[in-house]
């Protein structure tokens, strides 16, 4: 859950900050309009000023001190044991938050500061809160004695401390000034107003004078509530119309909870809805009150905000230009005034009553009180406590003794929370989902809603912005329920007479969670609103087991939005590098993994690599099912099966099943472990009613790890980033499903030196088709996420789900709207593919036989050409055109199919022909009987009535039933005309109910073409991916190349040449300077360059632009250089930076040793490893004897490898090695200080050269860095002793090591001499 990391966050009921105002003048239009009624009713500007502020008033204080002493006094003795009086300087400490110096202080309207066990307190703190506070967490402050700082805010912390520590040195009249009057916690804006103008009206004229001669206090502006702020607020028309959407129903917890609870239900349906009232108890929301800390009031308002309300003029901010001060007014004013003339629609007589009683109210919510949420008392719904190791944080005990007092819509939402703890429950009531409790505290501090009035904490906002409101929490890391009601008040009714005994908690509407929505399980749905970002989100399930040293992983991940199961099983190494490789390739935004199965390492490993991933742990076989559970579960849920073939197990899925077993509910046995990892995600998305949706797509894929994938070894590239691509400036697609593909391609890039040449040939013919891949571009750009849009059709179409998902019975208030939404996206997947098959003909039509063969693949069907894979979706595209008439769906919401189109509908509709013919035949036959004019009247059940003129009624015999007249005219009803009308009903009924599954069955339809639309949208994804890549090879400035891949004979040494290789990421204009690279070429080349160069030179940018280019050139494109040769790479092993990872345990050297050890495991010949750097960590004789270890193993192992160092000594030993050859980045030095040799300069020249370079040049970088002169003059002479010393000891090794000639002793003496 969010951290509330300020102190103004902790106090959940800390006071709106609306009313009050600063001693400058600066006023928001409703103040002053209040100043001015303040003015006229009191007589002189000065009265009216001090009436505003009279409680503030230092002498007022006073006075009030001593005129409310004795009610105060006597109020007190109510509760015992009172020992903090007014204006004490106390340490005082809210639940869950730092102990804080405050001031206690009288509650602003109840002029108490006591109350039973807690007093009244105001924090230090900027702005200044308050807070009732439980006397045993308080305690004196004693200047010099300080409680533990808290590691959060401790700078404000310790603001408030100096500020304690001088109001200490106040007296009790000075202190008095330190009260901030603020507005009262429970009060509105509204009852502010009212307030201000009864006291106006009562008027205190002493009072006032007696005030002239006090300074006024100084009080502040704040921004309010997020309502304003400029996120928030985006007065749209459609906002406009449908009014805030952050104001709630307007019922009161009170009313849920009430005694006459039986009202909540029919307040509850959506008719009765509107006439709720709403309150406006303004709250800061967090974002407001950031900028209260940090804005002024005038720098609040942003210029931006200020042109976004320019541009929509509403009512609100007519009328504050009108008052002239739209330069002083802050956005929240504005919009505070005009929402509260909204609110002022809704609220009733009872509502400004009840503000009165809200003035007693405490300011600890009483959910806060509760004795089962208390930390030491909180149990879950088996009532195990937090150290069980089986404890469940998912639920709650709820005490039944509890619940039975509760009125029964409060007894549904503490049932619902007792299951479902860890969700925000958003809470149908009527038109309004409501939020209780702890979820309204949430609501109000992560989404600026408004507290409603009443006791309880309780919030909420209109059906229609659940989308908007859910994201909001969702992308914040909560758990989001929706609950809708799935019965009407009349459905209620119906049922309580069925039944014998009718409790209090029968009568009310039925309620059920419809949907729980995580980062992980995210569909979009019509409710749900778009995606905001094409990036796959996936859920993640994994558990593992170990037999001996090696440990085996089963996992399963999914897309919810799109619908795809992968499912894997694999042995692993000591460093997890296939797991690691993974979650890096396919980064899971939740993880679910089993209790107690994992390892520590794998914890670690989880808590590092995913550390700010949602994860939960499930119980073994209740939640982390068993192989055999999952079968039989997903066997038996009705997934896979139709009512005439049984069990239909997708092929996907058929390779995890075991052969041997018919009825297939036994796992294959390498992949028991896949299986069970799949049961968790099921159980999952079962909770959260999803399964059916995603499980009966039937999509299901075996992950491999890439080191395994057969017949081709791709490389294998850790790319953490989703932003690798960016920054590459490859990601260019125009699709959302292009910009996922080019992911996958960047993780997983080609071996296959033929797929590898299709690609390069696509992009080649792209780029000799500038025009013609731009109008491509543009029509693709248009396309909406269509892999997404298909799942969702699916969903609309499943019948399974439309019979038993409670959304099926769910009463919407906004029904019109979705339905609306669904058509309209449904038309626009049709267009979508309409346009996906133009593209595909548009380049299909240039293509040429010759031409690229993956271009001729994802752009051509069969018949155009044998090797196209591009679906033929002309004729379903025409079925679904003609099936019914698009613009009247878009208007109407519903489909009314053609002729033919929908065999259920046609019947009901000729049915309904057919009796409009016998109606009229009948009609002609009485006309005839009567003789004269005969007509049907009557509407809805008494309909067709004959109307027979009087004077012709003589032959209407018995069989004629008179059912009324009118004046002139007789009404009857034959057997005819009823047994008609009865056939009419009937057959209307029937057209309601073929209408209301009609949609469905289009989207059913629509699904079952599901192959053809899948393949389109995977060829359209490859074109994209290719245009991007072509795009980039036409952006990028300089010189771009093919890389040409050779393979080589067996005896052969893989190689490398690259001529003026650019990086990737950086421009060619930015004047980089290119670099040749060739590693093992030649007969006798080396496969390790040693490279060596000054810090700053250059060196690890050469080695990641070696890895860059490596990769793009396996991934089919074109890279940054003059040329670029290689034979294929199989993997790719960088030990690249110094990380440490403490939340894994590991230190900077571990890491470094690790990333070495996956390295010599796993490099093969074909690898490239690039080691920037080894040894650093550690002492030095360590680090050279570690490096130079590695270097002979990798040099032996004939890998092609970049080896940086700064260890020169490492030069010396492999100076002559065959393995080994040197490389520098080349520099020049110069110094023109000759006195003083620290002073030298180092020009980088960035450029790779052969050799060794003989110095790091280390002070040179150190003063560019900024560290000062001396300490790198201390530091040279230093390093100058310390290179004479060794120096010395190889002269002494020298001479007394070998025998040596008189002759080489001589000069040997020559040295030594010269050296010391
Ligand atoms: N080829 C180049 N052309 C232009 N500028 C370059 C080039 N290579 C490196 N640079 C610049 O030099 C900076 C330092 O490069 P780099 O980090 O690669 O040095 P280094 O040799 O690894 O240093 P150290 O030994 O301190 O790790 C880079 O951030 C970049 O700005
Ligand atoms: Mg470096």
């Given at each position: 859950?969010?951290?509330?990391?300020?102190?103004?966050?902790?106090?959940?009921?800390?006071?709106?900050?609306?009313?009050?105002?600063?001693?400058?003048?600066?006023?928001?239009?409703?103040?002053?309009?209040?100043?001015?009624?303040?003015?006229?009713?009191?007589?002189?500007?000065?009265?009216?000023?001090?009436?505003?502020?009279?409680?503030?008033?230092?002498?007022?204080?006073?006075?009030?001190?001593?005129?409310?002493?004795?009610?105060?006094?006597?109020?007190?003795?109510?509760?015992?044991?009172?020992?903090?009086?007014?204006?004490?300087?106390?340490?005082?400490?809210?639940?869950?938050?730092?102990?804080?110096?405050?001031?206690?202080?009288?509650?602003?309207?109840?002029?108490?500061?006591?109350?039973?066990?807690?007093?009244?307190?105001?924090?230090?703190?900027?702005?200044?809160?308050?807070?009732?506070?439980?006397?045993?967490?308080?305690?004196?402050?004693?200047?010099?004695?300080?409680?533990?700082?808290?590691?959060?805010?401790?700078?404000?912390?310790?603001?408030?401390?100096?500020?304690?520590?001088?109001?200490?040195?106040?007296?009790?009249?000075?202190?008095?000034?330190?009260?901030?009057?603020?507005?009262?916690?429970?009060?509105?804006?509204?009852?502010?107003?009212?307030?201000?103008?009864?006291?106006?009206?009562?008027?205190?004229?002493?009072?006032?004078?007696?005030?002239?001669?006090?300074?006024?206090?100084?009080?502040?502006?704040?921004?309010?509530?997020?309502?304003?702020?400029?996120?928030?607020?985006?007065?749209?028309?459609?906002?406009?119309?449908?009014?805030?959407?952050?104001?709630?129903?307007?019922?009161?917890?009170?009313?849920?909870?009430?005694?006459?609870?039986?009202?909540?239900?029919?307040?509850?349906?959506?008719?009765?809805?509107?006439?709720?009232?709403?309150?406006?108890?303004?709250?800061?929301?967090?974002?407001?009150?950031?900028?209260?800390?940090?804005?002024?009031?005038?720098?609040?308002?942003?210029?931006?905000?200020?042109?976004?309300?320019?541009?929509?003029?509403?009512?609100?901010?007519?009328?504050?230009?009108?008052?002239?001060?739209?330069?002083?007014?802050?956005?929240?004013?504005?919009?505070?005034?005009?929402?509260?003339?909204?609110?002022?629609?809704?609220?009733?007589?009872?509502?400004?009553?009840?503000?009165?009683?809200?003035?007693?109210?405490?300011?600890?919510?009483?959910?806060?009180?509760?004795?089962?949420?208390?930390?030491?008392?909180?149990?879950?719904?088996?009532?195990?406590?937090?150290?069980?190791?089986?404890?469940d944080?998912k639920t709650?005990?709820?005490?039944?003794?509890?619940?039975?007092?509760?009125?029964?819509?409060?007894?549904?939402?503490?049932?619902?929370?007792?299951q479902h703890?860890d969700?925000?429950?958003?809470?149908?009531?009527?038109?309004?989902?409501?939020?209780?409790?702890?979820?309204?505290?949430?609501?109000?501090?992560?989404?600026?809603?408004?507290?409603?009035?009443?006791?309880?904490?309780?919030?909420?906002?209109?059906?229609?912005?659940?989308?908007?409101?859910?994201?909001?929490?969702?992308?914040?890391?909560?758990k989001?329920?929706?609950?809708?009601?799935?019965?009407?008040?009349?459905?209620?009714?119906?049922?309580?007479?069925?039944?014998?005994?009718?409790?209090?908690?029968?009568?009310?509407?039925?309620?059920?969670?419809?949907?729980i929505?995580a980062?992980g399980t995210?569909?979009?749905?019509?409710?749900?609103?778009?995606?905001?970002?094409?990036?796959?989100?996936?859920l993640f399930a994994v558990t593992?087991?170990?037999?001996?040293?090696?440990?085996?992983?089963g996992i399963c991940f999914i897309?919810t939005?799109?619908?795809?199961f992968?499912l894997?099983?694999?042995?692993?190494?000591?460093?997890?590098?296939?797991?690691?490789?993974?979650?890096?390739?396919?980064?899971?935004?939740q993880v679910l993994y089993e209790k107690?199965a994992?390892?520590?390492?794998?914890?670690?490993?989880?808590?590092?690599?995913?550390?700010?991933?949602?994860?939960e742990s499930l119980a073994p076989e209740t939640e982390f099912w068993s192989a055999h559970k999952t079968l039989t579960t997903l066997a038996e849920g009705?997934y896979?099966?139709?009512?005439?073939?049984?069990?239909?197990?997708?092929?996907?899925?058929?390779?995890?099943?075991?052969?041997?077993?018919?009825?297939?509910?036994?796992?294959?046995?390498?992949?028991?472990?896949a299986v069970r990892a799949l049961g968790a995600c099921t159980w999952y998305l079962k909770e959260s009613f999803l399964d059916q949706?995603l499980l009966?797509?039937?999509?299901?894929?075996?992950?491999?790890?890439?080191?395994?994938?057969?017949?081709?070894?791709?490389?294998?590239?850790?790319?953490?980033?989703?932003?690798?691509?960016?920054?590459?400036?490859?990601?260019?697609?125009?699709?959302?499903?292009?910009?996922?593909?080019?992911?996958?391609?960047?993780?997983?890039?080609?071996?296959?030196?033929?797929?590898?040449?299709?690609?390069?040939?696509?992009?080649?013919?792209?780029?000799?088709?500038?025009?013609?891949?731009?109008?491509?571009?543009?029509?693709?750009?248009?396309?909406?996420?269509?892999?997404?849009?298909?799942?969702?059709?699916?969903?609309?179409?499943?019948?399974?789900?439309?019979?038993?998902?409670?959304?099926?019975?769910?009463?919407?208030?906004?029904?019109?709207?979705?339905?609306?939404?669904?058509?309209?996206?449904?038309?626009?997947?049709?267009?979508?593919?309409?346009?996906?098959?133009?593209?595909?003909?548009?380049?299909?039509?240039?293509?040429?036989?010759?031409?690229?063969?993956?271009?001729?693949?994802?752009?051509?069907?069969?018949?155009?050409?044998?090797?196209?894979?591009?679906?033929?979706?002309?004729?379903?595209?025409?079925?679904?055109?003609?099936?019914?008439?698009?613009?009247?769906?878009?208007?109407?919401?519903?489909?009314?199919?053609?002729?033919?189109?929908?065999?259920?509908?046609?019947?009901?509709?000729?049915?309904?022909?057919?009796?409009?013919?016998?109606?009229?035949?009948?009609?002609?036959?009485?006309?005839?009987?009567?003789?004269?004019?005969?007509?049907?009247?009557?509407?809805?059940?008494?309909?067709?009535?004959?109307?027979?003129?009087?004077?012709?009624?003589?032959?209407?015999?018995?069989?004629?039933?008179?059912?009324?007249?009118?004046?002139?005219?007789?009404?009857?009803?034959?057997?005819?005309?009823?047994?008609?009308?009865?056939?009419?009903?009937?057959?209307?009924?029937?057209?309601?109910?073929?209408?209301?599954?009609?949609?469905?069955?289009?989207?059913?339809?629509?699904?079952?073409?599901?192959?053809?639309?899948?393949?389109?949208?995977?060829?359209?994804?490859?074109?994209?991916?290719?245009?991007?890549?072509?795009?980039?090879?036409?952006?990028?400035?300089?010189?771009?190349?093919?890389?040409?891949?050779?393979?080589?004979?067996?005896?052969?040494?893989?190689?490398?040449?690259?001529?003026?290789?650019?990086?990737?990421?950086?421009?060619?204009?930015?004047?980089?300077?290119?670099?040749?690279?060739?590693?093992?070429?030649?007969?006798?080349?080396?496969?390790?360059?040693?490279?060596?160069?000054?810090?700053?030179?250059?060196?690890?940018?050469?080695?990641?632009?070696?890895?860059?280019?490596?990769?793009?050139?396996?991934?089919?494109?074109?890279?940054?250089?003059?040329?670029?040769?290689?034979?294929?790479?199989?993997?790719?092993?960088?030990?690249?930076?110094?990380?440490?990872?403490?939340?894994?345990?590991?230190?900077?050297?571990?890491?470094?040793?690790?990333?070495?050890?996956?390295?010599?495991?796993?490099?093969?010949?074909?690898?490239?490893?690039?080691?920037?750097?080894?040894?650093?960590?550690?002492?030095?004789?360590?680090?050279?004897?570690?490096?130079?270890?590695?270097?002979?193993?990798?040099?032996?192992?004939?890998?092609?490898?970049?080896?940086?160092?700064?260890?020169?000594?490492?030069?010396?030993?492999?100076?002559?090695?065959?393995?080994?050859?040197?490389?520098?980045?080349?520099?020049?030095?110069?110094?023109?200080?000759?006195?003083?040799?620290?002073?030298?300069?180092?020009?980088?020249?960035?450029?790779?050269?052969?050799?060794?370079?003989?110095?790091?040049?280390?002070?040179?970088?150190?003063?560019?860095?900024?560290?000062?002169?001396?300490?790198?003059?201390?530091?040279?002479?230093?390093?100058?002793?310390?290179?004479?010393?060794?120096?010395?000891?190889?002269?002494?090794?020298?001479?007394?090591?070998?025998?040596?000639?008189?002759?080489?002793?001589?000069?040997?003496?020559?040295?030594?001499?010269?050296?010391?």
């Amino acid at each position: 859950m969010a951290q509330k990391n300020t102190l103004f966050n902790y106090f959940t009921k800390s006071p709106a900050q609306s009313k009050v105002q600063s001693g400058v003048g600066v006023v928001s239009p409703s103040e002053a309009k209040d100043k001015i009624v303040q003015k006229s009713s009191a007589g002189t500007p000065l009265s009216a000023r001090k009436k505003v502020s009279k409680k503030l008033t230092p002498e007022t204080d006073s006075k009030k001190i001593t005129r409310t002493a004795a009610p105060v006094a006597e109020r007190n003795k109510l509760y015992e044991g009172e020992e903090f009086g007014v204006y004490d300087i106390v340490w005082s400490k809210l639940d869950g938050y730092p102990w804080w110096p405050s001031l206690v202080c009288e509650h602003p309207k109840q002029k108490i500061h006591v109350k039973g066990n807690d007093i009244h307190v105001q924090f230090f703190d900027d702005p200044p809160t308050r807070a009732w506070i439980h006397k045993k967490c308080m305690e004196r402050y004693v200047d010099g004695v300080k409680m533990l700082a808290p590691t959060k805010d401790k700078d404000k912390w310790r603001a408030a401390c100096i500020q304690a520590d001088s109001a200490l040195k106040l007296s009790n009249l000075e202190r008095s000034k330190l009260i901030v009057d603020y507005p009262d916690d429970s009060a509105s804006d509204i009852e502010l107003e009212d307030e201000e103008t009864e006291d106006l009206d009562t008027g205190n004229q002493g009072v006032a004078q007696e005030d002239a001669s006090i300074p006024q206090k100084r009080r502040r502006i704040l921004v309010l509530d997020s309502e304003d702020s400029e996120d928030e607020y985006k007065p749209k028309k459609e906002d406009l119309d449908e009014q805030s959407e952050s104001a709630s129903s307007g019922i009161d917890s009170d009313e849920v909870s009430g005694p006459e609870s039986i009202e909540e239900p029919e307040e509850g349906t959506p008719r009765k809805a509107n006439k709720r009232k709403r309150t406006s108890q303004s709250r800061p929301s967090k974002k407001s009150k950031t900028a209260d800390q940090n804005s002024t009031p005038l720098n609040a308002v942003s210029t931006e905000t200020k042109a976004k309300l320019a541009l929509f003029p509403s009512d609100e901010n007519s009328a504050v230009k009108m008052n002239g001060f739209e330069g002083f007014s802050s956005p929240s004013q504005m919009v505070k005034d005009g929402t509260k003339a909204k609110l002022a629609l809704f609220s009733s007589k009872e509502n400004t009553e009840a503000k009165q009683t809200e003035a007693g109210s405490t300011e600890a919510w009483p959910h806060l009180k509760l004795d089962f949420l208390k930390p030491n008392k909180i149990r879950d719904a088996k009532r195990r406590t937090p150290a069980d190791p089986d404890y469940d944080p998912k639920t709650l005990y709820v005490p039944e003794e509890f619940k039975r007092n509760l009125t029964p819509a409060l007894r549904q939402w503490w049932e619902m929370k007792s299951q479902h703890f860890d969700c925000i429950l958003f809470f149908k009531v009527g038109k309004f989902y409501e939020l209780f409790h702890m979820d309204a505290v949430t609501g109000v501090t992560e989404l600026g809603l408004q507290y409603m009035r009443g006791d309880n904490a309780h919030s909420g906002f209109p059906e229609i912005a659940y989308g908007r409101f859910a994201s909001s929490l969702i992308e914040k890391g909560y758990k989001v329920a929706r609950i809708e009601q799935t019965e009407t008040p009349e459905m209620m009714g119906e049922r309580c007479k069925g039944m014998g005994k009718v409790t209090k908690f029968d009568k009310v509407v039925k309620r059920e969670i419809c949907q729980i929505t995580a980062k992980g399980t995210r569909v979009f749905s019509v409710i749900d609103g778009d995606a905001s970002s094409a990036e796959n989100s996936y859920l993640f399930a994994v558990t593992e087991k170990s037999a001996g040293d090696s440990v085996s992983y089963g996992i399963c991940f999914i897309d919810t939005s799109i619908g795809v199961f992968h499912l894997g099983q694999f042995v692993d190494d000591r460093h997890c590098s296939r797991l690691r490789t993974l979650v890096a390739h396919h980064p899971p935004v939740q993880v679910l993994y089993e209790k107690r199965a994992l390892s520590e390492k794998t914890l670690q490993l989880l808590n590092s690599s995913l550390a700010s991933v949602l994860k939960e742990s499930l119980a073994p076989e209740t939640e982390f099912w068993s192989a055999h559970k999952t079968l039989t579960t997903l066997a038996e849920g009705g997934y896979f099966s139709s009512e005439s073939s049984g069990v239909n197990w997708p092929e996907g899925l058929k390779k995890f099943l075991n052969e041997a077993d018919t009825l297939g509910l036994t796992a294959h046995d390498n992949y028991e472990l896949a299986v069970r990892a799949l049961g968790a995600c099921t159980w999952y998305l079962k909770e959260s009613f999803l399964d059916q949706q995603l499980l009966s797509m039937g999509r299901f894929e075996i992950y491999q790890p890439h080191d395994l994938v057969e017949n081709a070894r791709p490389v294998l590239t850790v790319v953490s980033k989703a932003s690798f691509s960016k920054h590459m400036k490859l990601d260019l697609c125009c699709t959302p499903f292009g910009k996922r593909l080019l992911r996958h391609w960047l993780c997983s890039p080609l071996c296959d030196v033929d797929g590898i040449a299709a690609r390069q040939e696509a992009i080649t013919w792209l780029l000799g088709n500038t025009s013609l891949m731009a109008e491509a571009q543009e029509m693709l750009s248009q396309l909406p996420d269509l892999e997404r849009l298909l799942s969702k059709v699916h969903t609309e179409g499943n019948a399974l789900r439309s019979q038993t998902h409670p959304d099926s019975r769910a009463i919407f208030f906004e029904d019109h709207i979705y339905s609306k939404r669904r058509i309209l996206e449904f038309i626009s997947t049709l267009a979508g593919f309409k346009s996906a098959e133009k593209i595909a003909s548009l380049i299909q039509g240039e293509l040429a036989t010759s031409s690229s063969k993956l271009l001729v693949q994802c752009t051509s069907n069969k018949q155009q050409n044998p090797a196209g894979k591009f679906p033929d979706l002309a004729g379903a595209l025409h079925f679904f055109e003609t099936a019914f008439d698009h613009e009247q769906a878009k208007e109407a919401g519903r489909i009314n199919p053609s002729k033919g189109i929908d065999p259920e509908y046609d019947s009901v509709m000729e049915e309904l022909q057919g009796l409009k013919q016998e109606l009229d035949e009948y009609l002609n036959s009485q006309r005839k009987y009567f003789g004269c004019k005969v007509t049907y009247c009557g509407s809805d059940k008494k309909r067709f009535q004959l109307e027979v003129p009087d004077s012709f009624t003589k032959k209407a015999g018995k069989d004629y039933e008179l059912q009324g007249q009118r004046k002139g005219f007789k009404k009857y009803w034959t057997s005819e005309t009823k047994e008609l009308l009865s056939r009419q009903i009937a057959a209307e009924d029937q057209q309601k109910t073929v209408l209301k599954d009609l949609n469905r069955r289009i989207f059913a339809r629509f699904s079952s073409y599901y192959e053809i639309w899948n393949t389109a949208v995977q060829c359209l994804s490859v074109l994209d991916v290719m245009m991007s890549l072509a795009e980039y090879v036409r952006s990028e400035g300089g010189e771009m190349c093919v890389p040409e891949f050779v393979m080589p004979p067996e005896e052969m040494k893989p190689f490398l040449k690259i001529t003026d290789g650019r990086h990737p990421c950086v421009s060619s204009v930015d004047g980089f300077i290119p670099n040749d690279t060739a590693i093992g070429c030649g007969e006798d080349a080396a496969s390790l360059v040693l490279v060596t160069g000054p810090n700053m030179g250059g060196k690890s940018t050469l080695m990641r632009q070696v890895g860059l280019l490596v990769v793009m050139a396996h991934m089919g494109c074109h890279v940054p250089a003059a040329s670029c040769h290689l034979s294929p790479v199989d993997r790719i092993f960088t030990r690249l930076g110094a990380n440490d990872d403490i939340m894994a345990g590991e230190s900077t050297f571990y890491v470094e040793l690790s990333e070495t050890a996956a390295v010599l495991h796993h490099a093969t010949k074909h690898s490239l490893v690039l080691v920037d750097e080894l040894g650093r960590g550690t002492s030095t004789h360590d680090g050279t004897a570690i490096a130079a270890a590695v270097v002979q193993e990798l040099g032996n192992l004939g890998c092609r490898t970049l080896f940086s160092t700064h260890y020169h000594t490492l030069v010396e030993d492999f100076r002559h090695s065959e393995y080994v050859t040197l490389g520098h980045m080349a520099c020049m030095v110069e110094n023109e200080n000759e006195e003083d040799p620290s002073e030298e300069t180092v020009t980088f020249l960035y450029k790779f050269a052969s050799g060794a370079c003989p110095k790091s040049y280390g002070f040179n970088a150190a003063r560019l860095a900024g560290i000062p002169s001396d300490i790198i003059r201390t530091g040279y002479n230093k390093a100058a002793q310390l290179e004479k010393d060794g120096d010395q000891r190889k002269l002494f090794q020298q001479l007394f090591g070998k025998k040596q000639n008189s002759s080489d002793i001589t000069s040997l003496i020559e040295r030594v001499r010269s050296v010391l």
